[in-house]
């Protein structure tokens, strides 16, 4: 089993690819499509396997909504963080990334536990949208 998509609600498409694309490194999917309107949001490739759907809240809420059965403007129940795991130097070159782009990098700890057991390290930091995300990596 593996997790095939993550929706993050955002308020930019276009800034969020940004952040997402530019900052991050991931590779786009569906892009033109989107800006051509054939698709109605963009996404972030991940792996080979798993995506992160990058969707604009005033526009599919209520879409959203009527397939998931929430309420109260959300479109799904709020998660904490979503936490990415990596190679070293993956980790570090990201990390370098963002502090170059003036994000606020939080420390997260060393030797936290996660799906892979303990990993050696992990910080903390929000996308333009105040998405909580995470990375860490484990020994090799």
């Known amino acids: 089993m593996d997790v095939d998509h993550i929706v993050l609600w955002v308020d930019d498409s276009k800034r969020s690819l940004k952040f997402y694309v530019d ?17 109605r949001f963009p996404s972030v490739r991940i792996n080979e396997r798993t995506i992160f759907d990058i969707m604009d809240r005033n526009d599919l809420l209520s879409l959203v909504q009527s397939f998931t059965g929430s309420s109260a403007g959300i479109g799904g129940k709020p998660i904490n963080h979503v936490c990415l795991s990596m190679s070293a130097s993956e980790f570090t070159a ?7 782009n003036g994000i606020d990098v939080r420390p997260g700890g060393e030797n936290v536990f ?4 303990h990993a050696v390290r992990s910080v903390y930091f929000n996308d333009p949208d105040g998405n909580v995300l995470e990375i860490r990596y484990y020994e090799d």
Request: charged share 30%; proline share 0%; glycine share 14%.
């Open 23 to 39: 900052i991050l490194g991931f590779e786009t999917v569906r892009v033109e499509e989107f800006h051509t309107g054939k698709a």
């Open 94 to 100: 990201m990390s370098e990334r963002l502090v170059d």
């Open 114 to 117: 996660g799906a892979q057991g």
